[in-house]
């Protein structure tokens, strides 16, 4: 096999291994449609440098791997130390950005997935946007995974759907009141206030159970 089709191999079978599709995959690396996946796969295409490390990090694997560099008895190698595991994944539907400041438009249109470990009873994740929950450490860019309920404790993180619009917020509701408080992480916010009437406005999506962030 030749090295150009290798490569090819063994996108398709680490993209298999995650349950992946040519479209998703195509999605997550800025093609426009399965087809240049498949030739990609096929062995039909030679990629720059900055293109195998996108397919790579969306494949969560190193680029020296896929470029045939690591052997797979290297890459079980690594296993051996207690410290060391490697990582069962699910995919988990992305929904769209939700605002970490003032509400935003939130697509709710499921057309791609994020990978994540099993440990995460997740429903659906989002992309946070904007700076107003970084004392809880979600930043701009991050993806929050939440599991669906509509109703939270008091204090906790929730996305929560104001209109047509969504933010994630610390939930804090009184019910003798009829007051709810969507308060920020970040001490240049005000908090979100909604009494009585204003209360049919809103919805909570969902409670806010781990993030994601790239190390950078």
Same mark, same amino acid.
């Given at each position: 096999?030749?090295?150009?089709?290798?490569?090819?191999?063994?996108?398709?079978?680490? *993209? +298999?291994?995650?349950?992946?599709?040519?479209?998703?995959?195509?999605? %997550?690396?800025?093609?426009? @449609?399965? @087809?240049?996946?498949?030739? +990609?796969?096929?062995?039909?295409?030679?990629?720059?440098?900055?293109? #195998?490390?996108?397919?790579?990090?969306?494949?969560?694997?190193?680029?020296?791997?896929?470029?045939?560099?690591?052997?797979?008895?290297?890459?079980?190698?690594?296993?051996?130390?207690?410290? %060391?595991?490697? #990582?069962?994944?699910? !995919? %988990?539907?992305?929904?769209?950005?939700?605002?970490?400041?003032?509400?935003?438009?939130?697509?709710?249109?499921?057309?791609?997935?994020?990978?994540?470990?099993?440990?995460?009873?997740?429903? $659906?994740?989002?992309?946070? *946007?904007?700076?107003?929950?970084?004392?809880? *450490?979600?930043?701009?860019?991050?993806?929050?995974?939440?599991?669906?309920? @509509?109703?939270?404790?008091?204090?906790?993180?929730?996305?929560?759907?104001?209109? /047509?619009?969504?933010?994630?917020? *610390?939930?804090?509701?009184?019910?003798?009141?009829?007051?709810?408080?969507?308060?920020?992480?970040?001490?240049?916010?005000?908090?979100?206030?909604?009494?009585?009437?204003?209360? /049919?406005?809103?919805? %909570?999506?969902? !409670?806010? #159970?781990? $993030?994601?962030? /790239? +190390?950078?």
């Amino acid at each position: 096999m030749d090295g150009l089709k290798e490569f090819g191999e063994k996108i398709r079978l680490r *993209r +298999i291994e995650l349950g992946m599709t040519q479209d998703e995959l195509a999605k %997550i690396t800025g093609y426009t @449609s399965r @087809s240049s996946i498949n030739k +990609i796969e096929m062995g039909l295409v030679n990629l720059p440098q900055s293109k #195998i490390e996108l397919i790579a990090k969306a494949l969560m694997v190193n680029p020296t791997y896929l470029l045939g560099w690591e052997s797979s008895q290297t890459k079980s190698h690594v296993f051996n130390y207690a410290n %060391i595991s490697p #990582i069962q994944t699910q !995919k %988990i539907p992305m929904l769209g950005d939700i605002a970490c400041g003032k509400p935003i438009f939130a697509s709710e249109e499921r057309e791609s997935y994020v990978q994540a470990g099993m440990n995460i009873k997740a429903d $659906f994740c989002l992309t946070a *946007r904007g700076d107003s929950m970084i004392g809880a *450490r979600i930043h701009d860019g991050d993806v929050v995974f939440c599991r669906s309920q @509509s109703m939270v404790d008091n204090g906790e993180i929730a996305a929560v759907i104001i209109g /047509d619009e969504a933010t994630l917020k *610390r939930v804090y509701f009184y019910p003798e009141k009829k007051k709810l408080v969507l308060q920020a992480e970040n001490p240049k916010y005000e908090p979100f206030v909604y009494i009585g009437s204003e209360l /049919d406005e809103i919805t %909570i999506l969902g !409670k806010a #159970i781990a $993030f994601q962030s /790239d +190390i950078i």
